[in-house]
């Protein structure tokens, strides 16, 4: 009797890591990519860094620097980052506490 629980256990176990979790995942990269805009930086899955300059249905152009795009199927996005051109709103104008003035 306890050879059918531990089987329906393993069962169990085996429908939640190769069916549940990887509808989890295909459902969160689906939100990144309708969530992607023109300006959007981003990485792709090969590791490569740039702007989204012109977005289609199934393709975008990527800027991965000054005049150089190259073109990439939407599945390509790995993660969108933030934006790193906007100044850091949290860092003090004065001087931090730890700093002594002599």
Same mark, same amino acid.
């Given at each position: ?20 979790? #990887? ?13 992607? %805009? ?15 300059? %012109?977005? /289609? ?8 620097? #000054? ?6 199927? %939407?599945?390509?996005?790995?993660? %969108? ?6 100044? /850091?709103?949290?860092? #003090?104008?004065?001087?931090?506490? /730890?700093?002594?003035?002599?």
């Amino acid at each position: 009797m306890a050879a059918y629980a531990y089987l329906g256990f393993v069962i169990v176990a085996c429908v939640m890591l190769f069916v549940v979790l #990887p509808r989890r995942r295909i459902r969160a990269v689906e939100a990144l990519q309708s969530q992607l %805009r023109e300006g959007d930086e981003i990485m792709t899955t090969g590791g490569l860094f740039g702007r989204i300059s %012109r977005l /289609d249905q199934d393709t975008f152009d990527l800027e991965i620097a #000054p005049g150089t795009v190259v073109r990439f199927a %939407r599945g390509a996005v790995g993660r %969108r980052l933030g934006d790193s051109s906007a100044p /850091d709103s949290s860092a #003090p104008d004065s001087p931090s506490a /730890d700093e002594t003035s002599d």
